[in-house]
């Protein structure tokens, strides 16, 4: 059972989108990523000019998408697949010049969901560019946790399982800014803000991991400073602010 609306516009090259959508559940059995992933997608290959005693080369360059203007409002109490499973999945958007390269990107996103398993979140970050953006801060994450031996709380390599996740950002220009991400389970409470950047991948964020559930004795973190790039990311214990903690 679903309840939907949707508000269309198209002017130009531009797409405009208003979008509601209640869903009681939404299952697959297998989703099929590998072709979702196709790697030839907005894609093209132009020849560079021949200089004497060089070859040609191919450069491969990504076709900008059309924009769109998006206005969503989504909500789903179960989603069941083989790469994601959770309840009460929530996703609001009001997005400008959204598009494949995101650089000119401005607006706001926010999601949340509760009782969730990322089987895979290296496929479920490569299905699309919404999940590209909702879901980089929780992969930044799951590098810091390795980083300070603590992977092991929830967020594997590659998993991650949780009580609540809950995400808040603004995007200008391709930069995210994490004006909120937190993972709660029984095993760890992590909490995430700063920027990403996804046109030069720059990152400037600070995690804040606690051990076990927060309770009434407060949220006690260790720090971790987090520089570097998306491919590249450095990392830094923050003693003082985890000493202090």
């Given amino acids: 059972a679903f309840k939907t609306s949707l508000a269309y516009i198209k002017a130009g090259r531009t797409h405009d989108i208003n979008f509601f959508f209640d869903m009681d559940k939404f299952t697959l059995d297998d989703v099929n990523f590998d072709a979702l992933m196709s790697k030839d997608k907005n894609?093209?290959?132009?020849?560079?000019?021949?200089?004497?005693?060089t070859e040609v080369k191919t450069v491969t360059t990504a076709q900008r998408s059309a924009p769109f203007n998006?206005?969503?409002?989504?909500?789903?109490?179960?989603?069941?697949?083989?790469?994601f499973d959770t309840e009460n999945f929530t996703l609001k958007a009001d997005v400008k010049n959204f598009d494949n390269i995101m650089d000119r990107a401005k607006g706001t996103i926010s999601f949340s969901s509760v009782n969730g398993e990322i089987k895979d979140l290296d496929k479920l970050m490569s299905s699309s560019v919404v999940a590209r953006v909702l879901f980089t801060s929780v992969r930044i994450v799951q590098k810091a946790l390795n980083f300070i031996k603590m992977d092991k709380m929830s967020i594997g390599v590659n998993t991650v399982t949780y009580k609540s996740v809950e995400g808040l950002y603004a995007i200008n220009d391709g930069v995210i800014t994490i004006n909120k991400s937190e993972i709660n389970s029984d095993l760890?409470?992590?909490?995430?803000?700063?920027?990403?950047?996804?046109?030069?991948?720059?990152l400037d964020m600070k995690i804040e991991s606690h051990m076990g559930?927060?309770?009434?004795?407060?949220?006690k973190p260790v720090v971790i400073k987090v520089g570097g790039t998306l491919s590249d990311p450095s990392y830094k214990l923050d003693v003082v602010s985890t000493v202090t903690s």
Avoid at 44 to 53: I, R
Avoid at 78 to 83: F, T
Avoid at 213 to 219: N, P
């Fill in 43 to 53: 894609k093209s290959s132009a020849p560079q000019p021949k200089k004497a005693g």
């Fill in 70 to 83: 998006i206005k969503a409002d989504i909500f789903v109490r179960k989603i069941a697949n083989n790469v």
């Fill in 188 to 202: 760890t409470t992590v909490k995430a803000l700063g920027t990403i950047n996804l046109i030069t991948e720059a």
């Fill in 213 to 219: 559930k927060v309770t009434s004795s407060g949220f």
